[in-house]
């Protein structure tokens, strides 16, 4: 990974570089040959970084972003093929220990306690896009192309894009989506909701960061307790997330920003 103030410890990767600017991490998807399709050691070093980020008390925010010309095509077309020449009695069980790395790694990714902000700088199909969508927040260059490509290879969507895509765009638009995998425009993506800004290719990572600071600047404790109760509010009845936001508050009444924050204004006051 890059260097930065945070380099000694930082995780050593190949296919998954990290940057840090003003307390955002650029974690970058790094095999532009593949237009940055997802091998298991991508994968390894994608959960890695993000835990790291997670941990770093200097990382407030991250940005996901694609190396090259993709964002990224979806999982590696040559871990399908050896999928296929995998004895048939193990097919299955590969299969499985392989999802449960898959879902590890969307699940590190939606489980953040700091915003995540994915910048789509091109092609994000398959499992790049439900990466994408298990961000927070996703902005797109105005030349990229998202598809729900799974249905083209005899798949499901096995990244999570059946939980999150419906949650975006609604449940019948979400069918159309996967039901055809066909391509969507950046312009069509913003219009029905599959996407929250649009930005130009160069000014992509710059906007990406600029937003990326904005959401961060709130208590870290605070961000963290709402994001949490926030994920599971559509799951939940109204009592539920009063019982969350009770205890959420709690802890936030022992926070060190909320009584500088409550001191800040009473001297002001007086």
Not at 84 to 100: I, M
Request: charge should be negative.
């Amino acid at each position: 990974m890059n260097t930065n103030a945070d380099a000694k410890i930082l995780p050593v990767a190949t296919f998954v570089t990290t940057d840090v600017k003003n307390g955002i991490a650029t974690i970058k998807l790094n095999r532009p040959d593949v237009r940055n399709a997802i091998n298991d050691e991508m994968r390894a070093e994608l959960i890695a970084a993000f835990e790291w980020a997670d941990k770093s008390r200097e990382v407030r925010g991250v940005i996901l972003t694609g190396e090259g010309k993709g964002f990224c095509s979806g999982g590696d077309i040559g871990g399908m093929r050896g999928r296929l020449e995998a004895p048939a009695g193990e097919v299955a069980f590969n299969g499985w220990l392989r999802q449960k790395q898959t879902h590890k790694g969307i699940s590190v990714i939606r489980n953040m306690t700091k915003p995540v902000i994915a910048a789509v700088n091109g092609a994000a199909f398959g499992l790049g896009l439900d990466m994408a969508l298990a961000c927070d927040f996703i902005i797109a260059a105005s030349g990229a192309k998202l598809s729900m490509s799974f249905i083209k290879r005899g798949l499901v969507s096995d990244g999570g894009g059946m939980y999150f895509l419906p949650r975006r765009v609604g449940l019948v638009k979400a069918k159309e989506l996967i039901l055809t995998g066909r391509v969507v425009e950046a312009e069509e993506a913003l219009q029905i909701g599959m996407v929250d800004r649009i930005s130009s290719a160069e000014e992509l990572l710059n906007d990406a960061q600029a937003w990326a600071e904005e959401l961060c600047q709130g208590a870290p404790a605070a961000i963290a307790l709402t994001k949490a109760i926030l994920d599971q509010s559509m799951e939940s009845t109204a009592d539920e997330i009063f019982t969350l936001g009770r205890e959420a508050q709690a802890i936030c009444y022992t926070t060190s920003e909320h009584r500088a924050s409550v001191e800040d204004f009473l001297n002001k006051t007086r």
